[in-house]
């Protein structure tokens, strides 16, 4: 859910916000039973005053679409009720069929944090992307322009759904030299490796079915996992990645479907997984007869060396399904990825991607062709590398400067994040809506567990996407919302304090 308030409009705040609200609510997309988020946490959120959203919420509930309720708060009531509801008499009630979909994946903690980054005057520490300066836009720009010169015909057609052919010979050879044994036959194109998740999701989990994760664990997956009802395995991840010997110990009582893992500077932990776990895992695996989905969007993301191999590449017993991307190493708008595995999992894929997604961006795929037979990536990854190192470094050491204390963040070798704890007892529920009213936006560690309440003192922080002036100035408005909260509880101890 994405709100904008334009402040130059005159239209009062409040009325633009119950009418973005109303609209949504009308449509579906906030279906009944949806908790609104508390007014103090949506006022700090988008930056206005706690009576501006008092206002808007009693608009909506003078209207019969949300009511508050003690112990629940605010909550969406069926629309449908409404004397206002523009649906004629007999028309369709949509609002009650949607599938339980929706509401099932809501995360207020996630929302809160995307809220506030869609405010222009926010620096966003919530976002997953890479330097945009580093966007090789001229040489793109000319690679395109030869692709519709030379093939604009062929490739602004369809193309076969596993992929544009020399790209998966491209990715093969690319692949190899990590040393993945794979050809062209073992890779699937697809948009993006969230695509790719939902596929191998599809593909493998019935509802029911027991899925092994990382804990703490990239938000989209278990998104992703909890859609096609799996039933969650958390376990835990320390400096050196999964706990494998924990998940050894789990496998004697309860055997999951598969085995998701984010082993190479994992999100958002940052941690990497050493190579004696990563041999373990895959001997539990293989023993188990279990696949291992292997995420891995960050290997070329490294800063100090390089990182162990590769699952895929360590693998002898054909368990690892590996996914990876472009969108964190050139462009997250080219939503370009791709799958290798055996080819007995790329072609059931295959099937289950032409659900959903007949064929993958053609133009788009020859452009990422080129990249890796010209051999343009390394470079561009040398030159990333160099820059993503800076921006970690200032933004670690203009957080020591500003924090106070009151943020311990692990240092990542490589990735896009820095995964923080929170220490004074401060909680990242109460930070994220302090944040936003400081004008920056984080992302709380609850949206990357199993049980939420084990990240109520973490913090993710992107920083590759703010540029370096927008680094420091964003740990010091971070640094006044850790100071506001810590003044808050010292003040309320002091209330609480017994008079003797």
């Not at 292997?294 to 070329?300: H, I």
């Not at 957080?399 to 995964?419: I, Q």
């Not at 370096?468 to 850790?482: I, N, Y």
Request: glycine fraction near 6%; hydrophobic fraction near 45%.
């Amino acid at each position: 859910m994405q709100l904008r308030l334009d402040r130059t409009s005159r239209v009062p705040l409040y009325r633009q916000l119950a009418e973005q609200l109303r609209r949504r609510i009308l449509s579906g997309e906030l279906p009944p039973g949806t908790r609104l988020p508390p007014e103090r946490r949506l006022a700090a959120t988008l930056g206005i005053n706690r009576s501006t959203v008092v206002s808007a919420y009693r608009e909506l509930a003078a209207a019969g679409l949300i009511s508050g309720h003690v112990g629940r708060g605010t909550v969406v009531v069926d629309p449908a009720q409404h004397r206002e509801s523009r649906a004629p008499a007999g028309g369709v009630p949509w609002p009650q069929l949607f599938a339980p979909l929706a509401t099932a994946l809501y995360d207020p903690a996630l929302e809160d944090a995307m809220i506030a980054a869609a405010r222009p005057d926010v620096i966003s520490f919530a976002t997953g992307q890479p330097a945009p300066e580093c966007y090789p836009i001229a040489t793109v720009r000319q690679l395109l322009d030869e692709a519709l010169h030379r093939e604009g015909a062929r490739l602004l057609q369809y193309c076969p759904s596993e992929g544009y052919p020399p790209l998966r010979e491209a990715i093969a050879s690319w692949s190899q030299q990590a040393g993945i044994r794979c050809t062209a036959e073992n890779v699937l194109v697809v948009s993006g490796s969230q695509q790719g998740l939902y596929l191998v999701a599809r593909a493998l989990v019935e509802p029911g079915d027991l899925v092994a994760v990382e804990s703490p664990t990239y938000a989209g997956a278990l998104q992703i996992f909890r859609a096609v009802g799996a039933r969650l395995l958390p376990i835990p991840v320390d400096e050196f990645g999964m706990r494998v010997s924990l998940l050894e110990r789990a496998l004697e009582h309860r055997r999951p479907k598969l085995i998701y893992t984010l082993p190479t500077f994992q999100n958002p932990s940052g941690a990497t997984l050493a190579l004696d776990r990563r041999l373990h895992l895959l001997d539990l695996a293989a023993r188990a007869g279990i696949p291992v989905v292997e995420d891995d969007p960050y290997r070329e993301l490294w800063y100090d060396a390089p990182p162990p191999p590769p699952l895929a590449a360590l693998d002898q017993a054909g368990t690892v399904i590996s996914l990876t991307t472009v969108s964190k190493i050139l462009f997250p708008g080219f939503r370009i990825g791709w799958i290798i595995a055996p080819w007995p999992v790329i072609r059931q894929l295959a099937l289950v991607k032409q659900l959903v997604d007949l064929d993958t961006n053609p133009l788009m795929q020859w452009a990422i062709w080129a990249f890796l037979e010209r051999r343009l990536l390394p470079p561009h990854l040398e030159e990333l590398r160099r820059v993503h190192r800076e921006r970690r470094d200032l933004l670690l050491a203009s957080l020591a400067a500003e924090a106070n204390g009151a943020l311990h963040c692990r240092v990542p070798a490589g990735g896009l994040y820095l995964w923080c704890e929170l220490a004074d007892g401060i909680r990242a529920r109460d930070l994220v809506p302090e944040a936003a009213r400081q004008g920056v936006a984080i992302v709380p560690g609850e949206s990357f567990f199993v049980d939420p309440a084990q990240g109520r003192s973490f913090v993710r922080l992107n920083f590759t996407y703010p540029a370096p002036a927008a680094l420091v100035e964003g740990a010091k408005r971070l640094g006044r919302a850790l100071s506001a909260l810590r003044e808050a509880r010292a003040l309320l101890a002091q209330a609480s304090s017994p008079i003797v």
